[in-house]
């Protein structure tokens, strides 16, 4: 995972129909997935910087949330419909994992790449060693009987190496780093002819990842679908928390289970509809975050909202408590004494939040109608080149206008000179229309699965 609490979202199928035949015309202007966070990283000496996952885009702030501007998902030249971790490195640099491989950008954001061609494909997590910020680990997951590895970077994801030989042809999900020494995958075999269902595991190295353990994942059942791991204790890398993912067409919530011996026997502990986060706060206190979850499954059912919010377990128990039971939780985050969310933009008041009373009260962070715009960029970068028509897009289905007053839709405007058709580097000279902006979404959503695995 990229810092405490980063996890990537694997989304239900669920649809949200909210009828307004008033305004089904605006939907000619929706040129993308719903907007929302889910994660959050942070730089590790810098608490000026940090950069929020979102459906659009990587989104970062330099001023510890006061502003933000973000780069399209274009620029990363991933599938767009696809989450991927991000980890802030220390020289300022940005890591995104996805399916096409690892990108690397600078600090401005203004040209991703492949650093290297040895994790140019299957990327599924990307996460740093907690003692050593320059130190990260990435895993391969590809299908098809190829066999996968786990490469290290010593020079914040410039050049990789492999940590071992390559390991059997299995389908690994997530990875937490505990210490230099100790490392967590979460994986999956395979349907094949001679194993009629998928079947968990979890592989474990106290070597640095020179060798591996591999052990059988209990509980699990024919309706599950996949084992995400989440997060790792920061004072002892035997106790660990993951979640168990129902397959698609089981209306049945999600496991978080606990194991306090490395991986190698787990408990139940709760069950919500859909796990957004957990993170470990100083003093061992864990929060859980869970999403908001409308419908089950199945859209023809009667509706019906699942509990979820804000959890807290302190290091002395062993069960959570509600803090919050009125904030839609897409992700957590801990630093400096402050608990970051993911929330609901529309629902909650704030893409991301932030919290100095441990959840008690989130101050909103990152806020659509207030995002300054674009990442600026010199005329002809590859993020300006990528992006000059989705930022369009984006902005118009923020419902931004002109300071003239006149909404900026479908490339009437470039957003990337303040105004002009030049194409130049720079601001947005625009605002966003405040409550009355609704983004036709809010009418008529159809939120796309996309998941890490279909076993």
Same mark, same amino acid.
């Given at each position: 995972m990229i810092d405490p609490g980063y996890a990537p979202r694997v989304m239900r199928v669920r649809?949200?129909? $909210?009828?307004?035949? $008033?305004?089904?015309?605006? =939907?000619? @202007?929706?040129h993308g997935r719903f907007p929302e966070a889910h994660g959050i990283t942070f730089h590790p000496s810098d608490?000026?910087? $940090? +950069? +929020?996952g979102s459906t659009f885009g990587p989104v970062i702030s330099r001023d510890g949330g006061s502003t933000w501007r973000w780069a399209c998902e274009a620029a990363l030249m991933l599938n767009p419909l696809e989450d991927p971790t991000y980890l802030l490195m220390s020289d300022g640099s940005l890591l995104a994992s996805g399916f096409s491989g690892l990108r690397r950008a600078e600090s401005s954001l203004c040209a991703f790449e492949v650093p290297d061609p040895d994790v140019s494909f299957a990327i599924v997590d990307v996460a740093r060693n907690p003692t050593d910020p320059s130190q990260v680990f990435a895993p391969t997951s590809a299908g098809g009987g190829i066999a996968n590895r786990l490469f290290r970077s010593d020079n914040e994801g410039v050049s990789w190496e492999p940590t071992s030989a390559p390991i059997e042809p299995i389908l690994f999900e997530t990875l937490l780093v505990a210490s230099d020494e100790v490392l967590y995958l979460s994986?999956?075999? *395979?349907?094949?002819?001679?194993?009629?269902? *998928?079947? *968990?595991?979890? @592989?474990?190295s106290a070597d640095g990842g020179a060798t591996w353990e591999r052990f059988a994942f209990e509980p699990w059942t %024919?309706? %599950?679908?996949? =084992? @995400? =791991? =989440? +997060? +790792? %204790?920061p004072g002892d890398p035997q106790h660990l928390f993951a979640r168990v993912i129902p397959k698609v067409e089981v209306d049945r919530a999600e496991l978080l289970v606990e194991s306090d011996d490395g991986g190698q026997a787990w408990t139940v502990v709760a069950e919500h509809r859909e796990i957004g986060g957990m993170v470990y706060a100083p003093g061992g206190t864990l929060f859980l975050g869970t999403e908001w979850v409308a419908m089950p499954n199945d859209p023809t059912a009667p509706a019906e909202s699942y509990p979820h919010g804000l959890y807290r377990r302190d290091s002395t128990a062993s069960l959570f408590t509600q803090v919050r039971d009125d904030i839609d939780v897409k992700c957590l985050g801990w630093r400096d004494g402050s608990l970051w969310a993911c929330g609901d933009n529309y629902r909650d008041g704030f893409m991301i939040g932030e919290s100095s009373d441990e959840g008690l009260t989130f101050e909103a962070r990152l806020v659509l109608a207030d995002m300054a715009g674009p990442v600026e960029c010199e005329p002809g970068s590859s993020t300006t080149v990528a992006c000059e028509s989705r930022d369009r897009d984006v902005l118009c289905d923020f419902q931004v206008v002109s300071e003239e007053g006149s909404l900026l839709c479908d490339g009437a405007v470039s957003m990337r000179d303040g105004g002009t058709d030049s194409g130049s580097g720079g601001g947005c000279a625009c605002r966003t229309g405040g409550e009355g902006g609704v983004l036709p979404y809010l009418f008529v959503v159809l939120i796309l699965a996309i998941r890490r695995r279909t076993a």
């Open positions: 649809f949200a129909i $909210l009828a307004s035949s $008033l305004l089904l015309s605006s =939907l000619a @202007h929706a608490p000026s910087t $940090l +950069v +929020v994986g999956i075999y *395979p349907r094949t002819s001679e194993r009629p269902a *998928p079947e *968990p595991f979890i @592989h474990r %024919d309706q %599950d679908r996949t =084992l @995400h =791991l =989440l +997060v +790792v %204790d």
